[in-house]
């Protein structure tokens, strides 16, 4: 796909900056829940060693629901990964939809271009067994679609 912003195009040069936002907006999303994913791992494993030090102190062992989760970080807050932290994720996550959504209105340049917009269509609603056929026809007719995560 041509994401080249100067080409005298003016639908490429938009889709060129739409998809330049998209990328980005994934890429931070990416990168906080890479950052953050140390925290949750703490809060699991602090859960879980104090769950299974219950249950082995107890007659009747009690099952992991949300209510035990916090039941044991209200007796321990420090291991609770802050509500922050996940309300910061949530407002990547809508950057990056208000990004997609922004490009998916934006008309496709070429091929390449509508091939990232059935992609990203076809992956939301139906099962990838579903979809194979149409995938290969996609990739046979229209090549194959670019990836965010390339620079």
Known sequence: ??????????????????????RQAQQDLDAYIEATNPLKELERLHV????????IQSAVPREMTLDVRAEILTANPLFAVPDQVYENESAFGELLSDAEEALM???APDLTA?????NKAASSCYSPEYLAQMH????????SAPELNAA
């Open 48 to 55: 879980e060693r104090e769950h299974n030090a219950r249950n």
């Open 114 to 118: 509508l091939r990232w917009k059935l």
């Open 1 to 22: 796909m041509t994401t080249d912003a100067n080409n005298t195009n003016p639908d490429r040069a938009k889709w060129a900056i739409a998809f330049a936002r998209v």
């Open 105 to 107: 209105n934006t008309p």
């Open 136 to 143: 290969k026809d996609m990739d046979r007719l229209m090549g």
